[in-house]
């Protein structure tokens, strides 16, 4: 994602799926032509968008398989302008490469525009990776060092899906949220951390929950630019801002300075300040009261998975992570909050829905094309509206398609939109 790319300005489309030797064959590696990632050397077009696919550990490399099948039909069919490439990341990097970033990676990640990530493993237990090659490696060390600091969760509730949701059909119909949450600071990063042995003994863990004012500033100013543009779309364009500035100096000061970048740019967003736990319960009273959520990295983990219950699986919920905007665009990841699901690896049976709706997002961000992420969204609510449903959204005992054949679905789909 280097700072010399420009936005492409012609229709010209290529995909080019690149992949390690060891990568998991597929129905979707079929249908690409595949080639080595050494073969050819890291240069882009400017007349395309580069985007890199890095599908991971676990379900990864099975969902975003089906996201290389609609991104291929939108440059076949809507003439966009996208080369795909792959490389392997997590465990599956250092069993095919022998090093959880080799040079390689980071040169692809460097020169992408954006990246479409799938799941990860967790690097804990695996012993016969060092230390330092397991930080190098994870996955918020590339959201660091890509400065992502904003993490877009939307929430939407789906009208074929109402009934997958535990919540009541008339708390959950029509609710549409964004949660916008700080994604390079607070208690994940803050130094010092760890875990200490006591002269007594006794063991003392320790994480540090820190903030600084332009941290805090420019993510207040993400939320309130995202509602100016939801209310140009007719929707309601207000924010809330959580944190617990009842009994932590640093919710105390974000409270403080999201007020005063309102006060100071935003006078004409509606602000309301709310507290982390208070938000928790209000998401399940009564969620469309919420329109843009602005947290912390924190809050903002637990509070989106909470909200992923509206939508009625964790496997519908996608999201977009980007940096500030500079004369070339931004940095982008894009990628399915849910994990990497081990138990169900391999197994043909894990949701491609949340990957293939942050390729949507993808497609609104970062190609600027709200219209085809529309269209791409609308299919996904037609699939589930006609009973599609993998096993993740079935009743118990109900038939659930595969997940390919759910990507199926969504290629039908578009093909009749």
């Not at 130094?191 to 007594?200: A, I, Q, S």
């Not at 299919?379 to 993998?390: F, I, K, S």
């Not at 096993?391 to 118990?396: I, K, P």
Request: charge should be positive.
């Amino acid at each position: 994602m280097s700072a010399g790319h420009a936005r492409p300005a012609a229709r010209h489309a290529s995909l080019l799926i690149f992949a390690g030797s060891r990568a998991r064959r597929s129905r979707s590696d079929r249908r690409v032509p595949r080639t080595s990632a050494r073969s050819r050397p890291v240069t882009s077009s400017a007349n395309t968008y580069r985007l890199l696919i890095l599908p991971g550990d676990g379900i990864g490399p099975e969902v975003m398989g089906e996201v290389g099948r609609v991104a291929a039909w939108f440059r076949d069919k809507r003439h966009l302008p996208i080369e795909l490439r792959q490389r392997h990341f997590g465990l599956a990097s250092w069993q095919a490469y022998g090093s959880l970033m080799p040079d390689e990676t980071w040169a692809e990640i460097e020169a992408a525009h954006a990246i479409l990530f799938g799941a990860m493993d967790s690097l804990d237990q695996a012993t016969k990776i060092p230390p330092g090659e397991r930080r190098k490696g994870s996955l918020l060390r590339l959201r660091k060092s890509l400065d992502t600091f904003a993490n877009l969760r939307p929430i939407r509730a789906i009208p074929g899906l109402l009934d997958a949701s535990t919540l009541k059909r008339e708390v959950v119909e029509g609710v549409d949220l964004v949660f916008v949450r700080e994604l390079t600071g607070g208690v994940y990063f803050g130094e010092p951390r760890g875990v200490e042995t006591l002269p007594d003994g006794r063991e003392r863990g320790v994480n540090t929950h820190v903030y600084t004012s332009d941290e805090v500033e420019r993510v207040a100013r993400f939320a309130f630019d995202l509602a100016r543009r939801r209310r140009a779309e007719g929707k309601p364009g207000r924010v809330h801002s959580v944190d617990k500035g009842n009994v932590m100096e640093a919710g105390a000061m974000w409270r403080r300075i999201v007020q005063r970048v309102h006060d100071a740019e935003y006078g004409d967003v509606e602000l309301h300040h709310m507290l982390a736990d208070n938000c928790a319960m209000q998401l399940i009273r009564w969620p469309k009261q919420f329109d843009v959520i602005v947290t912390d990295n924190l809050f903002g983990d637990l509070l989106s998975d909470c909200g992923a219950m509206i939508t009625g699986s964790l496997g519908m919920l996608p999201s977009a992570s980007l940096s500030a905007r500079g004369s070339h665009g931004r940095r982008a990841l894009y990628e399915p909050i849910h994990g990497s699901a081990p138990d169900i690896a391999g197994k043909g049976v894990a949701n491609p829905l949340a990957a293939i709706l942050s390729f949507a997002m993808c497609l609104r961000e970062t190609l600027e094309l709200p219209a085809e992420a529309e269209r791409l969204e609308r299919a996904v609510d037609v699939v589930l509206g006609d009973g599609a449903r993998t096993a993740d959204l079935a009743v118990r005992g109900a038939a659930s398609l595969s997940t390919i054949a759910m990507g199926d679905a969504v290629l039908n789909a578009l093909g009749r939109a």
